[in-house]
């Protein structure tokens, strides 16, 4: 009885987000933000596309790609390559990484704090 309790109460609480790890070296992969709102790249050599606007995005893999928009963006990872198309928080602790975005989600102005070296962050704005 209590199993069918938990399972009818899990199924009328609505869709659940998740986050997405990918661990895989060498994946070009493309994840909906609309069902994944936190991506964490942890392999290295991954080609990610976002579909919509993703909450978190964390690469701390080396030689990324990531294509698309999220609300912050988290690199500890080196040699990474961000296209952003929107984002309100960019973070970098890694090395030799290029960071594009083209504005902001829902803030006035997009927030960089680099602490890493030799990282190259613009704004197509």
């Given at each position: 009885m209590k199993l069918l309790a938990i399972l009818a109460i899990s199924l009328t609480t609505g869709v659940a987000f998740a986050d997405v790890s990918i661990m895989e070296n060498k994946k070009t992969v493309t994840i909906d933000c609309a069902k994944d709102k936190a991506v964490n790249l942890i392999g290295n050599n991954i080609t990610v596309t976002l579909t919509g606007t993703c909450t978190k995005v964390t690469a701390t893999g080396?030689?990324?790609?990531?294509?698309?928009?999220?609300?912050?963006?988290?690199?500890?990872?080196?040699?990474?390559?961000?296209?952003?198309?929107?984002?309100?928080?960019?973070?970098?602790?890694?090395?030799n990484n290029t960071i594009t975005y083209k504005k902001p989600l829902a803030k006035k102005k997009t927030t960089v704090s680099n602490n890493g070296k030799d990282n190259k962050v613009s704004s197509g704005t």
């Open positions: 080396n030689h990324g790609i990531v294509n698309g928009s999220t609300t912050g963006a988290f690199v500890l990872g080196n040699h990474n390559t961000l296209n952003l198309d929107g984002v309100d928080t960019i973070s970098i602790a890694g090395n």
